[in-house]
């Protein structure tokens, strides 16, 4: 499935792209980088030299009526046939998980990924 998507552009076959777009969220790869750490899975404590990679999840909350009003800003109110949008999109915290960056599925519950906290730096 992954060559199909890969392939599939909207001049060579417009109906099938459309429908992969409107189906999967297509990503780019991130380059991370890849350092030293220390991580402790399974009760024992694992150096990867040159092997850790962390990726920074980010919550969100979000609340409204349900409408999609393509000219609404989020956090504000539009007035719109007798009726408001009410918005509420805020952050509501963060995870971080590190893992082997040789390892490209797999996270906390599987055993492969473990979870770590933020060092922010200047």
């Not at 590190?98 to 519950?109: E, F, I, L, Y």
């Amino acid at each position: 499935m992954v060559a199909l998507l890969a392939q599939t552009t909207e001049t060579d076959h417009p109906a099938l792209y459309h429908k992969i777009r409107q189906e999967y969220i297509l990503m780019r790869r991130i380059n991370f980088p890849v350092v030293t750490g220390v991580v402790f899975r399974h009760g024992e404590i694992h150096v990867l030299q040159q092997n850790l990679c962390s990726e920074l999840g980010v919550y969100g909350t979000i609340l409204s009526d349900g409408r999609y009003d393509a000219s609404h800003n989020a956090g504000q109110q539009q007035e719109q046939g007798g009726s408001h949008h009410h918005y509420h999109n805020a952050v509501a915290g963060y995870i971080v998980r590190s893992k082997p960056a040789d390892v490209a599925d797999g996270g906390v519950m599987a055993g492969v990924a473990c979870l770590d906290c933020a060092l922010l730096v200047d």
